[in-house]
């Protein structure tokens, strides 16, 4: 086999290490433009993980790395005149130029063949003279370009300046130091990887980097500037630069990555951003994978798809943490008012991988700190914590999410509804949520769907309020009110979700006459006559509501239904006074939301849930979703459920663990009004996590409610908590404590070589 490496960085010399160790008879040859010395940046970050793979895969590579590795466990995040420091986290970084000199040094005695100061031939000729050809050419890839129809990248620039320096002298920990300065907030990522030298990255938005005057400043000018701003923190000593320059940071991503004979790797497939560390981890682990490919597959196709397939889903998932990382970073003027801990604590579980559970195991004295400053009492997790709205006290944070059954006869609720229901406020949950309860027969998504517009509804619904206040005393229940809008007269979810009706239509009608994907009855465009007519069906319901002992009652303007079909400028083409403009398109949800307000017992919150972001183009963003917010805070809603998309059938939603929790994140501390967060929240350690960083209040989740009706009570027993945060039913509490289970062994080592 003939090997063709482009780009002598980390990753591409390790994969060419591998190829040859794993079978001599290879001819691999590696082509770096530049000398072997040169190098940009300065210390690597390497995790305990990726040095666990190199140390089963390369003995001798390992035991090279690991008498220059400078170890430490602290991190220090400084903020004004405060530090607090986190242990127990376990870094190990080297200088880059070391690094590379131990992998020439491996690659040469292998018998590898290193061009240093030569361009790669054309990946064409590569590929024709060559059995395997290997990109790895960074983040600016020519391969990846020259091939662009079939891997079809995707490269994103981000809001933030950066420039990568070092100074001499070690950090005693990873630091990250913020300065609030007349122009913005700065900050200043620090950690050693030398015993005389630390890497120094500085990083502000483009807003900020522009007002303070660095776009004028020669490299020279940028590092005295970053020094002076950051002299405590460098003791006052002097930055250096190694072919430094302000940059923003691209995430790259590819559909495919290997055409033929050729296959991505490292920066050239996908890049992760510094903040989390992951650029040069993941460029060698890239290469582990690929290599132990080649030598278990029987040809180079299945090889390189079995690569792909094993390291793809590893990297979206480090991208996702990454990407809330930088996000948190380019944010970071919103958490300021933070109480300092929390601000910390903020900081360390902003990727959502450090999470409250494994920071406790790692430091329970910054943990400890960190609850009782926020409120936590003796043994008491973050989510059993109690939390007031209008006259309403919650007992923990957990909320069972609307959940639409399809499973009522002409809008009553019956049986189903009362198990389904009574069973979720049994185990524990703080406030039950109804599904979207409808205000009309025609604003029903379904036949099956619940209403609030008979006597009879009214009544069987107070049915399910006694018994959970009766059977399960400090529960919550609450209805979310809405109309379906164009997204109304379809078949039950499990005969066909968002499917017309085959018989038995009723009229739709929305904003515009628009229908929601293609084969939908199209809707009619309400007049002022029928807005009216809505808005007091909105109210009955809501007297109804009133009267069936419910305790809350949230409006629903997310997912496309009506009022959301107002929200959203690809849903509302209006030209009169409800359409334009966002303050236009909000006017309907709003006039709506006070007529409620008006009927709806002054005690009893009102909470709004919207969708934050349309997840397409021209949609509702971000930044609207916080208007939006912020219209509804100012009419007197006592709370945001922020959930996103669902809008148009066209979207393209960005999946991930808790992938919505940032726009409650940032609506909350944006505008101030408390937040529920919902979106692929799964786990308790979760939920904890998220409301001690001060990201959300409330956290609702629904599948894990529908695979354990007693969730919050399991999480509780996991926890080892017993207090008035969560209350077992007497019948129930011989079950209070998790069951026994077995033992588990880790995973075998990816590749092992051995010496």
Same mark, same amino acid.
Request: negative net charge; hydrophobic residues 40%.
């Given at each position: ?33 530049? !000398?072997? +010395?040169?190098? &940009? *940046? ?6 305990? =993980? /990726?040095?666990? %793979? ?111 320096? !070092?100074? +001499?002298?070690? &950090? *005693? ?6 300065? =609030? /300065?007349?122009? %913005? ?130 990297v979206a998932s480090t991208q996702r943490a990454a990407r809330a990382s930088l996000e948190w970073f380019e944010n970071l003027g919103l958490y300021l008012h933070q109480p300092p801990r929390q601000f910390a604590f903020n900081l360390l579980t902003r990727s959502r991988r450090v999470t409250h559970d494994n920071l406790r195991l790692r430091d329970a004295r910054f943990t400890g700190a960190v609850e009782r400053e926020f409120g936590c009492a003796p043994g008491t997790p ?243 979703a916080v208007a939006v917010a912020r219209a509804f805070a100012a009419h007197g809603a006592d709370a945001i459920d922020v959930s996103t998309g669902q809008v148009v059938a066209d979207e393209h939603p960005e999946f991930g663990r808790s992938y919505q929790t940032p726009y409650a994140d940032r609506i909350r501390n944006s505008v101030g009004v408390p937040v529920i967060a919902v979106g692929a929240i799964s786990s308790w350690d979760d939920v904890n996590s998220l409301i ?64």
């Open positions: 086999m003939r090997v063709a490496i482009i780009g002598g960085g980390p990753g591409g010399l390790y994969a060419a290490a591998l190829l040859k160790r794993l079978d001599p008879s290879r001819q691999v040859t590696v082509w770096e433009r530049n !000398a072997p +010395d040169d190098t &940009f *940046g300065f210390g690597v970050v390497l995790s305990d =993980e /990726t040095l666990g %793979g190199i140390e089963h895969a390369d003995l001798q590579v390992y035991e090279a790395l690991r008498q220059h590795f400078i170890r430490w466990d602290d991190i220090d995040i400084v903020h004004g005149d405060t530090r607090h420091t986190s242990s127990g986290h376990g870094f190990a970084a080297l200088g880059r130029k070391r690094l590379l000199e131990i992998l020439h040094t491996r690659c040469r005695n292998l018998g590898v063949d290193l061009r240093f100061r030569s361009e790669a031939p054309y990946p064409d000729w590569l590929a024709g003279t060559h059995d395997l050809v290997i990109a790895a050419d960074g983040v600016g890839s020519a391969t990846r370009e020259a091939y662009a129809h079939v891997f079809r990248p995707h490269v994103t620039a981000h809001h933030c300046r950066y420039i990568w320096l !070092a100074t +001499d002298f070690p &950090f *005693g920990a990873f630091r990250f130091e913020i300065a =609030e /300065t007349e122009h %913005g907030v700065m900050q200043l990522h620090g950690y050693p990887f030398a015993p005389d030298a630390s890497t120094v990255i500085v990083e502000m938005q483009e807003n900020v980097w522009r007002a303070a005057g660095f776009d004028e400043l020669d490299t020279g000018e940028s590092i005295d500037r970053c020094a002076k701003i950051f002299t405590d923190a460098l003791r006052g000593r002097p930055l250096r630069s190694n072919k430094s320059a302000w940059t923003t940071f691209r995430t790259v991503t590819n559909e495919r990555w290997s055409h033929g004979n050729v296959v991505l790797l490292g920066d050239a497939a996908h890049t992760a951003h510094f903040s989390i560390g992951s650029g040069t981890k993941l460029a060698v682990e890239d290469a582990l994978v690929l290599a132990a490919c080649v030598a278990e597959q029987p040809s180079l196709d299945k090889a390189l798809t079995a690569y792909e397939e094993e390291r793809k889903p590893v973050p989510m059993f914590t109690p939390f007031r709205l209008r006259g309403l006290t919650l007992r923990n944070r957990v909320v069972v999410s609307p959940m639409d059954m399809y499973s009522a006869v002409d809008g009553v609720p019956g049986d189903f509804h009362l198990v389904h229901l009574g069973a979720r406020a049994l185990g524990g949950a703080g406030l039950v949520m109804t599904e979207m309860v409808c205000v009309s027969a025609d604003g029903r998504i379904t036949p099956g769907c619940t209403g609030l517009y008979t006597g009879r509804q009214a009544e069987s619904w107070r049915r399910i309020t006694d018994f959970v206040h009766t059977r399960s005393p400090g529960t919550a229940i609450g209805v979310q009110l809405g109309h379906s809008g164009r997204k109304g007269s379809t078949r039950l979810m499990w005969e066909g979700m968002d499917e017309p009706l085959p018989d038995g239509n009723w009229p739709l009608v929305a904003a515009s006459p628009l229908p929601y994907r293609p084969g939908s009855q199209t809707p009619r465009e309400l007049t002022r006559a029928q807005l009216t007519d809505i808005r007091e069906q909105f109210t009955s319901a809501a007297g109804r509501a009133a009267r069936a002992g419910f305790d809350l009652l949230e409006l629903h303007c997310a997912h496309g239904y009506l009022l959301s079909g107002f929200l959203s400028p690809l849903t509302n083409h209006r030209t009169d006074a409800y359409g334009g403009s966002l303050e236009k398109r909000l006017r309907f949800p709003l006039e709506v939301f006070d007529a409620i307000r008006a009927v709806w017992p002054e005690e009893r919150p009102m909470t709004v849930r919207i969708s934050a972001t349309d997840w397409a183009e021209g949609g509702n963003t971000a930044e609207d001690l960083a001060g990201r959300t209040d409330l956290c609702a989740l629904a599948r894990p409610h529908l695979y354990d009706p007693h969730w919050t009570l399991h999480a509780a027993a996991e926890q080892g908590y017993d207090g008035p945060g969560v209350v077992w039913p007497a019948p129930y509490r011989a079950g209070s404590r998790p069951p026994r289970t077995g033992r588990t062994d880790g995973p075998k080592p990816r590749l092992t070589l051995g010496t």
